[in-house]
């Protein structure tokens, strides 16, 4: 009988230890040439395919690798790069490669959003009807051939497929849809056959975009794009992958014109799996079924995972069917051998990428040779999570405590228009006031202090006063620039949200648990493993400290319920709301013992709150209805004359600005400048009224915008948002900045909106 086969729809880039990075910012400082950082890159690739080949990976994926971004990646094998660059110099190729990613001195980077509902940044391609697209390097068949050559492997080429690239651009109205796709489908095929005359079997279109509220025109020029590549292809066998939902109008996606079908058996809610029984799968193709967990951390229960797929090879023959992981592994840390200090009972738990990787091997290995050849491995499994997830009582226990709020009202004593009243009187800050998102430069000095403190190297106090000294150089920095509200710079945190993790019960870290934002910025996501619960003050020390600097005020800074569940490793043993109310409530006593040290105001981001939103339309509702709850849930019992901001970044809010609304947040900064002022025409539609502040320049990229660029942008904002109920800001926290660069950047956006509110204040004082 024909073996079942593993597979894994791609690995993460960054290394063990963050080497991929590593490497990336020491040639952008200039420490190493480029012939260097490609050798690096090299041998960080070659390694992640070996690893997987020693895993027992069969079909191993090609070209899921990267220098920064696999959409980029996509926009530049294609010449999509855009005319604010220059001509294409293939001599100059990956400084042009950088630049579009980060920007320069002189224009700035595309833009860049949420990949899907996850916590990964991609960059979004930029392409017009009169965009002539190219074929000018065949990245997938570079690293094709370097595999067979180094490694002997023939690997499983991975491409963004045309149909989810074209539909992410920037620039593609829905009805030139059909265009452009004659001009990128040719070079899609052109890819193709290089790649077969290469020797390959078969290669992976990553087509997510199925897995989004679909329509039958949707599907039927996906039939169309499929249709023209299999008529001038017949013999390559592509498979359509699929993940991070379930697929709509399941018939006729199967019956694609591919080879085979990857579909997410992890993430469907059932769906997939109904419709595999219900309507069955195509005999001719080859179904990769993803059933292994690409998004978490926890060990999967091998026993259901095992009947799944027994089911599955109901309607599937054994030599068509691949098991693998439900998505990319890019979305999880590398290994769990590297972390020596996790609690062992929580680490038989865990399950990271090469876990994960031997996960889908035991699996395929029952099915090859039957279950009672892996038999002790399920059993300990199982075991592993009886133990982890065992005291139904703690569970019962917490959720009392979260039911106490059901029943009542949740949100402010009183409406908008009478806190604003109070809080104008309270504050007095002038017309289009100035402020900073909250994180200052985190320098070498202050990591180094950080790491000296963590190693027991530096006592508490000397690290207290360490802080308190940056703190108060930084307050006295914003004074100098003239900034209208202060913040105390965030020196004592590491990250947003593992800062808070690390301060209430609940949490746990790991040491190499790193994972990929953007770019080079990898974050290491906390593990929500029991009760969250607030133990003492978190930010009182440092925010109080600051207010006693300055008689302008300081912002109070937390990071909101909804971003601290979207960015860590939940717990699966309770629903994921149970563990935003349980945050919720735990932030709720933080901002209450902030404004008791007459704190008022305080800033609860929620960046990654559009980033949860389900890809369905049907199940969107919900996820938002509970979003406004928990926030409410922890700001809402707060006096009126307290303002309470948030902060929202890098994802598409215009689709949810009514939900934005239900916040009830005094004041909301959102990302602007990223994407170019973009989101402006989103408040022509609709009716806004409490304060915002739309990003007037771009933190992520080095380049300092000059005043009359944050002047344009501030008055763009201004035809459609009133001078009064408008802020000045960065779009985002300013740690990952120079001290020169912030300085220069602040100055000028101070200017600029000191020269905005010249411009404005006649009308508005007649108004």
Not at 19 to 48: T, V
Not at 268 to 273: F, M, P, R, V, Y
Not at 343 to 363: M, W
Request: proline share 4%; with cysteine; aromatic share 8%.
């Amino acid at each position: 009988m024909t073996s079942v086969i593993t597979s894994t729809i791609g690995y993460p880039r960054i290394g063990e230890k963050r080497e991929w990075k590593k490497a990336l910012e020491r040639f952008w400082q200039g420490a190493i040439s480029e012939n260097q950082l490609l050798d690096e890159m090299k041998k960080i690739r070659l390694d992640h395919l070996q690893k997987q080949m020693d895993k027992g990976v069969d079909l191993i994926p090609i070209g899921d690798f990267t220098l920064y971004d696999h959409v980029l990646d996509t926009s530049f094998m294609f010449g999509l790069i855009p005319e604010r660059f220059g001509n294409y110099n293939q001599s100059d190729s990956l400084n042009t490669y950088f630049d579009i990613a980060r920007g320069n001195d002189e224009v700035v980077a595309s833009e860049m959003t949420k990949w899907f509902n996850t916590n990964y940044h991609y960059i979004v391609p930029e392409i017009d009807g009169n965009s002539n697209p190219e074929l000018i390097n065949n990245f997938p068949l570079h690293y094709f051939n370097e595999a067979r050559e180094h490694l002997g492997i023939i690997g499983k080429p991975v491409l963004l497929g045309p149909m989810t690239f074209i539909t992410l651009a920037k620039g593609v109205e829905k009805n030139k849809r059909n265009f452009l796709l004659k001009k990128l489908v040719p070079l899609y095929i052109q890819v193709l056959q290089e790649l077969k005359n290469a020797g390959a079997e078969w290669v992976q279109f990553d087509e997510p975009i199925l897995c989004t509220s679909t329509t039958k025109e949707d599907i039927q020029l996906f039939n169309e794009v499929y249709e023209l590549i299999h008529r001038q292809l017949p013999d390559v066998n592509i498979l359509l992958q699929t993940y991070f939902e379930a697929v709509d109008h399941y018939e006729e996606v199967v019956s694609l014109p591919v080879a085979g079908i990857g579909l997410d058996f992890v993430h469907d809610s059932g769906k997939n799996l109904d419709n595999l029984k219900t309507y069955g799968f195509p005999k001719e193709k080859t179904l990769a079924a993803g059933v292994i967990n690409g998004r978490n951390i926890w060990r999967a229960d091998l026993e259901k995972q095992l009947t799944q797929l027994e089911t599955i090879l109901k309607k599937v023959d054994n030599e068509r069917l691949i098991v693998q992981p439900s998505c990319s592994l890019l979305h999880v840390p590398v290994t769990i051998e590297t972390e020596k200090e996790i609690d062992p009972v929580l680490k038989d738990g865990l399950s990271f990428a090469d876990q994960k990787l031997q996960e889908t091997a035991l699996l395929t290995k029952a099915l090859n040779e039957g279950k009672e050849s892996v038999e002790e491995i399920l059993t300990k499994q199982k075991e592993a999570l009886i133990q982890l997830w065992g005291d139904e009582k703690q569970k019962d226990a917490s959720k009392d405590r979260t039911n106490t709020w059901k029943d009542q009202k949740i949100g402010r004593a009183s409406d908008y228009r009478t806190r604003q009243k109070l809080q104008d009187k309270y504050f007095n800050l002038p017309l289009l006031p100035t402020t900073t998102i909250g994180s200052l430069p985190q320098t070498n000095g202050v990591r180094k202090a950080r790491m000296n403190w963590r190693k027991g190297e530096w006592t508490d106090s000397y690290y207290e006063t360490f802080i308190k000294n940056n703190i108060s150089e930084w307050i006295s920095r914003q004074e100098e620039w003239g900034l209208d509200v202060l913040v105390h710079g965030e020196f004592e945190r590491n990250d947003m949200v593992e800062f808070f993790g690390e301060k209430l019960e609940g949490f746990v870290f790991s040491r190499f648990g790193w994972v990929q934002s953007y770019g080079s910025r990898c974050v290491k996501p906390p593990i929500i493993y029991k009760e969250v619960v607030h133990q003492q003050p978190m930010t009182l020390n440092e925010i109080a400290y600051a207010q006693s600097l300055t008689d302008k005020p300081i912002k109070g800074m937390l990071t909101g319920p909804v971003t601290i569940v979207n960015w860590s490793f939940v717990r699966e043993d309770i629903s994921r709301f149970e563990v935003t109310k349980q945050i919720a409530l735990a932030l709720q006593e933080e901002v209450k013992a902030l404004e008791d040290k007459s704190i008022r105001m305080i800033q609860v981001d929620e960046p990654a709150l559009r980033e949860g939103l389900p890809l369905k339309e049907e199940k969107q509702n919900d996820y938002l209805e509970q979003a406004v709850y928990a926030f409410k849930l922890a700001t809402s019992l707060v006096k009126d004359e307290t303002q309470i901001h948030t902060h929202m970044c890098y994802s598409e809010f215009g689709t949810i600005m009514t939900t934005i609304d239900q916040l009830d947040a005094d004041v909301i900064s959102i990302e602007a400048a990223r994407s170019h002022g973009e989101i402006v025409a989103d408040f022509e539609k609709i009716s806004y009224e409490k304060g915002i502040g739309l990003g007037v320049y771009d933190i992520h990229s080095p380049r300092v915008p000059h005043v009359e660029e944050m002047k344009a942008n501030i008055l763009r904002a201004l035809r459609v948002l009133h001078p009064r109920q408008f802020w000045v800001n960065p779009d985002c926290g300013l740690k990952t900045r120079g001290t020169e660069e912030t300085e220069a950047a602040l100055t000028n956006m101070v200017e600029a909106a000191r020269k905005a509110r010249e411009k404005v204040k006649q009308s508005v004082s007649g108004s």
